[in-house]
């Protein structure tokens, strides 16, 4: 045995040195970049495309003064997979799956924005209970984003015990979308005009559970974090971002809340009932990470504020589908004995439904910020142009703003805070 | 579904009515929402003119898209998305641009925010905007042949 494995370790040997060369030459590389201020001061780091801070597939070109970030520039790209082109091949219905994919974190916010959006091409007025369902859900969706937000910031600034709190408390609603999808994470329940299928029985009974026990958790992490001396120096006065800059940029969301503008779809434009539910609007003012993380933290207690209430609205009993022949699919009981709905089931999974021609934009607010859905339809089954106006891509534009001039350590605090999906940048 | 206003007594169009008629070339009302037409070489002045007045304040872009209307011509459409933090008001230009000669002034230095949103519309759409700093590919790679979002672009097989 000791024989054969003298030689394997050599080859060990070998791979370690060949890549230790290769990553020495690689340094040289880039330290002889020319750069606005010269070869011998600055050097280029690439940070990513695979690192574990930038949380997914982001690559940042950083121009570096010795530990001062000069120059940020953001690669973006490596996660495109065409969901817009895809959607035109599909049809309305069909195109509600690949929204999902979009968000992975939040799939029921992209799932509301698209169906609003067809929805007000059609002109489709949905059932109450219905749209508090969908406001319930959405909001567990924000309480479960914000969770892997919290989580993997807190991870990359060192704070390890948060991470493992927050997925476990996000365990639970991934169950509760579960229970009512089908799926834990693509799920695809919203649809045209509805939901996709009646809540199962005992479902309030979990989402109460949550809402009862969800508060005390978030204290716990305001424990662990909001006065820890390490988390206030890591993220107090670290990637400043005015409001006048946040909205030349176009940061919507918690992002732009932290630098002290009030701007919310949900109180702007209400959509889905959201005017019916009092809840408030965090808003802080010094525009730095700390502020953004406490805007968080309070919107996951007014999500959960939300929610309650949207449990005592949501009638027990009702419809949970617009009524819409030959948009929304028949029920299947119908099916079995009327010959309308029949043909309606056979129509609508075969060609589809053609709205009219014309264009709608519905803006709705993910956990990220202003997610909005263009659609343009000419009158034919398919969507004739999707697009997605996605809150991280235009959220990842200040990075640059918020980073040069300052340390590198604050380069992974400032992309965390951001709170970027690459999914819903690259799409 | 409700009735179609008077667009005319809209403060966004009566306020480009009086500071520039030409730069509306029509008015369109869809499901609530205003879209104002804009002749190409009126864009970038009325784009300063909205976001600059004290009573309109549209200094938020929330979105610039493409539409591809191939075969027809004017081939492309450039949607923006206006948004009025203060009025709580929204309002969409479009500009038709040419087949032949899909090229725009751009509206960085109006709303810096539109620098990525362009350059996600040249690269898949091959749209150019004269002015813009860092016009090059974004989410393809710098050798990619074709803009994909344009309609004679096939979703699959070779291209």
Same mark, same amino acid.
């Given at each position: 045995m000791i024989g054969k494995a003298i030689p394997f370790a050599k080859t060990i040997r070998r791979r370690v040195l060949a890549n230790r060369r290769s990553a020495s030459e690689a340094t040289y590389a880039m330290t002889t970049v020319q750069t606005a201020i010269g070869p011998e001061k600055t050097m280029v780091l690439n940070m990513?495309?695979?690192?574990?801070?930038?949380?997914?597939v982001l690559r940042v070109l950083l121009e570096l003064d010795g530990e001062n970030v000069v120059k940020a520039d953001v690669d973006i790209g490596?996660?495109?997979?065409?969901i817009e082109k895809t959607a035109e091949a599909l049809t309305y219905s069909q195109a509600i799956t690949i929204t999902? =994919? #979009?968000d992975y974190l939040a799939p029921l916010s992209n799932n509301l924005a698209y169906c609003l959006a067809i929805e007000k091409l059609l002109d489709l007025e949905i059932p109450k209970r219905a749209q508090y369902i969908r406001v319930l859900l959405t909001e567990l969706t924000r309480i479960g984003s914000h969770l892997v937000w919290l989580g993997t910031h807190a991870i990359d600034l060192g704070a390890m015990s948060v991470f493992l709190y927050c997925f476990r408390e996000r365990e639970e609603l991934l169950k509760i979308f579960e229970m009512v999808s089908?799926? =834990? #994470? #693509?799920?695809?329940?919203? =649809? +045209?005009?509805?939901?996709?299928l009646e809540p199962p029985a005992g479902w309030t009974e979990r989402v109460e559970n949550v809402v009862r026990t969800f508060p005390s958790r978030i204290d716990e992490y305001e424990d662990l974090l909001t006065k820890n001396r390490i988390w206030m120096a890591r993220?107090?006065?670290?990637g400043i971002l005015n409001a006048q800059d946040a909205i030349a940029l176009g940061v919507s969301g918690p992002s732009l809340r932290g630098s002290g503008?009030?701007?919310?779809v949900r109180k702007?434009?209400?959509?889905?009932?959201?005017?019916e539910f009092d809840f408030q609007v965090p808003v802080r003012t010094e525009g730095d990470c700390f502020a953004r993380y406490m805007c968080r933290v309070a919107e996951m207690r007014e999500s959960i504020k939300i929610v309650r209430q949207a449990l005592d609205k +949501?009638?027990?009993?009702?419809? +949970?589908?617009?009524?819409?022949p030959g948009i929304v699919a028949p029920q299947r009981e119908k099916m079995k004995t009327e010959m309308e709905a029949l043909i309606y089931h056979f129509k609508i999974y075969t060609e589809g439904f053609a709205p009219p021609p014309g264009e709608v934009y519905q803006r709705v607010e993910s956990p990220r910020g202003e997610l909005g859905c263009f659609v343009a339809s000419d009158?034919?089954?398919?969507?004739?142009r999707m697009r997605m106006r996605t809150p991280s891509f235009v959220n990842l534009q200040a990075l640059q703003k918020m980073v040069e001039? =300052?340390? +590198?350590a604050d380069v992974i605090a400032s992309i965390g805070t951001l709170d970027i999906v690459l999914g819903e940048i690259d799409r | 579904m409700t009735e179609t206003p008077d667009?005319?007594?809209?403060p966004a169009v009566a306020r480009i009515r009086a500071w520039?008629?030409?730069?509306?070339?029509g008015l369109l009302y869809f499901r609530g929402e205003i879209t104002v037409l804009v002749p190409r070489e009126h864009l970038r002045p009325l784009a300063g003119f909205l976001a600059g007045d004290k009573e309109l304040a549209?200094?938020?872009?929330?979105d610039v898209t493409g539409v591809d209307r191939f075969p027809?011509?004017?081939?492309f459409e450039l949607n923006y998305h206006l948004l009025s933090l203060s009025r709580r008001d929204t309002l969409r230009l479009r500009v038709s641009l040419p087949g032949d000669a899909p090229v725009i002034e751009t509206v960085i230095p109006v709303w810096p925010t539109a620098n990525w949103h362009e350059r996600e519309i040249f690269d898949l759409f091959g749209i150019r905007f004269e002015g813009h700093p860092n016009l090059r590919r974004m989410l393809l790679p710098d050798d990619w042949e074709g803009y994909p979002l344009r309609k004679d672009y096939p979703t699959e097989g070779p291209r």
């Open positions: 990513g495309p695979q690192h574990p801070s930038t949380h997914g490596y996660l495109h997979t065409g999902d =994919r #979009m089908g799926q =834990r #994470m #693509m799920t695809s329940y919203f =649809r +045209i005009g509805g939901l996709a993220t107090q006065g670290v503008v009030d701007y919310d702007y434009f209400p959509y889905s009932s959201y005017d +949501i009638p027990p009993e009702g419809p +949970i589908k617009a009524d819409a009158g034919s089954p398919k969507p004739y001039g =300052r340390l +590198i | 667009l005319e007594k809209n520039q008629p030409n730069a509306i070339a549209f200094t938020y872009l929330s027809n011509e004017p081939r």
